[in-house]
């Protein structure tokens, strides 16, 4: 499984979720995407953006000052419009 | 087989353009949302300032509106393009630097180019004559649509039947019967068809969605505009005018003072981009230096911020002064006592 690391490390929210977003636009389903956040709202907003958009959020954990986002692109929930 | 008809609605995470949402789709239209991010906005990006402890982060509405009606959420950064709107407001400011108007017809502007190039039908504001003093007046609501280039693409669920009949009502995409006609700043109307639908916690903005609304954060943004010459700024300016006190001692340079704990931490992400000063010798916050500072001002700025420490009543107070380039110096001054500080010093 193809794995992407995202560096969205002090970036406010929403940054990390539009960082996220626009990555994802360029993967294939079942990719995984890693983002490394310090703001710690993204552990909260990735996740939601995720959910709505139909993405699989495989874990959250800190490490560190880091709050890391795992997720799996989603099958027809990658929207490619923008 | 009929065509799915779609929508995309401006999402600002308040009630409106939730209840908007939910009138057009309730009528079979397929809706998806765009938030625009201005680097102004109030939703997200306080998490990180506050204190880890305190840490209940706040949610994004945004993000929650479109979760309540279970639609996908574009969420677009503007930050660059939304500098000439700030800077040079064809209609003006409002109360404070909010171009409100011109801010409506940029986004809208946005949203119009959006489902043209997405392949959908029209465009949903949360909008209500007469709910707000700028932007969304009888005379201005049609410069919106106009000056956007949306012209008749652009719905008003809650207001539509106070205005003119738009093209998705002609075209029998939506009814106009099932639109509201919703006008003037009571919130009722609003409150009363949120509880017809079921939505109880749901977000009630008071001044507007950004910053720039804000009296006190307009007048640091002016400061910022006078002392650097131009209307200018970057991200990390309009961040940074977000957080802790704001100083300025002299014209070249102000301080700017973490006022607790999760402040200090956020300034601390900026150490290597400004003169920091810490105190030592007592418990006290962390401080940029914002400017060009002489060893005079640097002196001066560390009495300043050694007022703010725990040692503001003895008669020495030593402070690290830690330069761009990560060289720093040890510092021992007087606290300014609080006639030595002015109140214009404060913006
Ligand atoms: S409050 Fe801010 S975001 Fe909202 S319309 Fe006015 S300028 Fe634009």
Redesign the pocket.
């Known amino acids: 499984m193809k794995t992407v690391i995202l560096d969205a490390r002090r970036l406010l929210c929403p940054m990390p979720v539009i960082r996220v977003q626009d990555r994802l636009a360029d993967l294939e389903p079942g990719t995984r995407l890693v983002a490394y956040c310090t703001d710690p709202g993204a552990l909260i907003d990735i996740p939601a953006w995720c959910r709505i958009n139909g993405h699989h959020i495989v874990e959250t954990r800190t490490e560190g000052d880091d709050y890391i986002v795992v997720l799996e692109v989603g099958r027809g929930g990658n929207d490619r419009s923008i | 087989m009929t065509r799915q008809v779609k929508a995309v609605a401006l999402i600002s995470g308040g009630l409106d353009s939730l209840l908007a949402v939910k009138v057009v789709q309730d009528q079979g239209v397929h809706v998806e949302g765009i938030n625009f991010f201005?680097g102004?906005c109030v939703e997200g990006h306080t998490h990180a300032i506050r204190k880890k402890e305190k840490a209940k982060p706040k949610r994004n509405n945004a993000l929650w509106v479109a979760e309540q009606l279970g639609i996908k959420l574009h969420i677009l950064d503007i930050i660059e393009e939304y500098k000439e709107v700030v800077f040079n407001p064809k209609h003006g400011y409002g109360a404070n630097l909010?171009?409100?108007l011109d801010?409506?017809v940029f986004m809208v502007r946005k949203a119009h180019e959006w489902i043209e190039r997405n392949g959908f039908d029209f465009i949903i504001t949360g909008e209500v004559v007469g709910q707000r003093p700028m932007?969304q007046r009888r005379d201005t609501m049609p410069v919106v649509s106009r000056e956007s280039g949306a012209d008749d693409l652009l719905l008003r669920p809650l207001s539509a039947r106070n205005l003119p009949e738009t093209r998705p009502e002609r075209e029998g995409w939506v009814s106009r019967d099932r639109l509201y006609g919703f006008s003037g700043r009571s919130r009722k109307p609003q409150m009363e068809l949120a509880q017809r639908f079921g939505f109880d916690d749901y977000a009630q903005p008071a001044g507007?969605?950004?910053f720039?609304?804000d009296a006190n954060y307009s007048s640091k943004l002016a400061d910022l505009w006078r002392f650097r010459g131009a209307k200018a700024y970057e991200i990390d300016d309009i961040m940074l005018l977000k957080v802790g006190r704001h100083l300025r001692p002299r014209p070249n340079f102000k301080v700017i003072i973490a006022r607790e704990e999760g402040e200090g931490r956020f300034l601390q992400g900026y150490r290597k981009q400004f003169v920091n000063l810490e105190t030592v010798s007592h418990p006290g916050p962390l401080a940029l230096i914002d400017g060009e500072a002489s060893e005079e001002d640097i002196q001066l700025a560390a009495r300043l911020v050694a007022r703010y420490s725990k040692g503001r009543g003895d008669d020495r107070v030593e402070l690290q002064v830690s330069g761009r380039d990560g060289v720093s110096h040890r510092l021992a001054v007087v606290p300014l006592s609080a006639d030595e500080v002015p109140e214009s010093w404060h913006l």
């Open positions: 201005t102004f909010n171009p409100c801010c409506k932007s507007g969605c950004c720039l609304t």
